[in-house]
């Protein structure tokens, strides 16, 4: 992901205090029945859950676009999906002499429109950002696996009875080596010209054959030090709707409802197309593209909150149509 114009920046201390949250689980009882078949139990997004989903993709190491461990990163997510009860699809391509394979979960085919939920899987294979180790890669603990795991424990805990919209959780190749030279993301033959951001979801994006209702990309979204702002490039009907749902949920100081950055990411192309495209991000991560990028920056109780509203909002259906 790629910033283009840093607003001027507030003062982050406001956030400062709200790293010590611990992860509280709601668990629902059920009525005993004497039916064979006992209904099962709602789940609720669970973000230490979702953070061992986090841990097992770290445990891969950095999962750059054509290496292998990016391929056993996507093995892992589509094992996930099934456990889940997902259908899965793989779009595999070759962008620049290297493979590029996206993932997507779909369920409740032919329920209503299209909601895409996205999250990126790879890892940038330069800490560009990294005073001290520039050609080190990322190991994307936030930048990465914290999209992702929020995503899978949305698979495993979504209501899908309740679901108003087929939903689409994809999961994109290849979104991170913007900018950085051909030789050092693509094996001979290779030529230096720079790489674009967002290689898979504009595959995905370009290749749709239906209309979706609304994309919802989840990026960098696991900093325990949270803090969410509108992007400036998101759809402006789409984000008071969901940040709407986290100030029901308590989430006023982590979810803030001013425009602050504006930045180019998976959602960038799918707005290119016309769509309503909405990228929840916290770009106020200081580990952003350095080899600090690790899982002790990011908290179970961050990946919750993302989670949770995603859930309600998916479960109650857009408001905004
Ligand atoms: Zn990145």
């Known amino acids: ?56 993709q770290m445990n891969l190491g950095p999962r ?52 895409i939920v996205g999250a990126h899987y790879d890892t940038r294979p330069r800490a560009d950002q990294d005073k001290s180790h520039p050609d080190q890669p990322v190991p994307g603990a936030n930048d990465g696996a914290s999209g992702v795991a929020v995503l899978l424990e949305l698979a495993r805990t979504l209501d899908l009875a309740k679901l108003k919209n087929q939903v689409w959780l994809a999961f994109f190749d290849a979104e991170d080596n913007g900018d950085l030279a051909g030789c050092i993301v693509a094996p001979p033959p290779c030529d230096n010209a720079p790489w674009t951001w967002s ?59 001013e425009y602050k950055h504006s930045l180019s990411d998976d959602h960038t192309p799918f707005l290119k197309r016309g769509l309503r495209a909405v990228d929840i991000i916290d770009f106020d991560y200081p580990y952003w593209h350095t080899t600090q990028d690790t899982t002790d920056k990011v908290s179970a109780a961050s990946l919750e909150r993302v989670g949770r509203v995603l859930q309600v909002w998916l479960e109650n259906g857009p408001a905004v149509k």
């Open 199 to 257: 290689a898979g979801a504009t595959y995905l994006a370009d290749n749709l054959r239906v209309k979706p209702e609304a994309v919802v990309i989840v990026d960098m979204i696991g900093d325990a030090n949270q803090n969410i702002y509108y992007e400036q490039n998101s759809d402006a009907q789409l984000q008071p709707e969901l940040w709407g749902i986290a100030a029901r949920l308590g989430y006023t100081r982590e979810f803030v409802p």
């Open 64 to 115: 750059p676009a054509g290496s292998a461990a990016n391929r056993a990163t996507g093995d892992y997510i589509l094992a996930r999906l099934a456990e889940s009860k997902w259908k899965t699809e793989t779009q595999e391509f070759v962008f620049r002499n290297v493979p590029v394979r996206n993932l997507i979960g779909k369920t409740a085919e032919g329920r209503g429109p299209v909601i």
């Open 1 to 56: 992901m790629r910033m283009w114009i840093r607003a001027l920046a507030i003062a982050s201390a406001i956030a400062l205090a709200a790293c010590a949250a611990t992860t509280t689980t709601s668990v629902q009882t059920s009525t005993p029945t004497a039916e064979a078949t006992p209904t099962p139990r709602a789940q609720v997004f669970d973000g230490a859950r979702a953070f061992q989903h986090v841990v097992a």
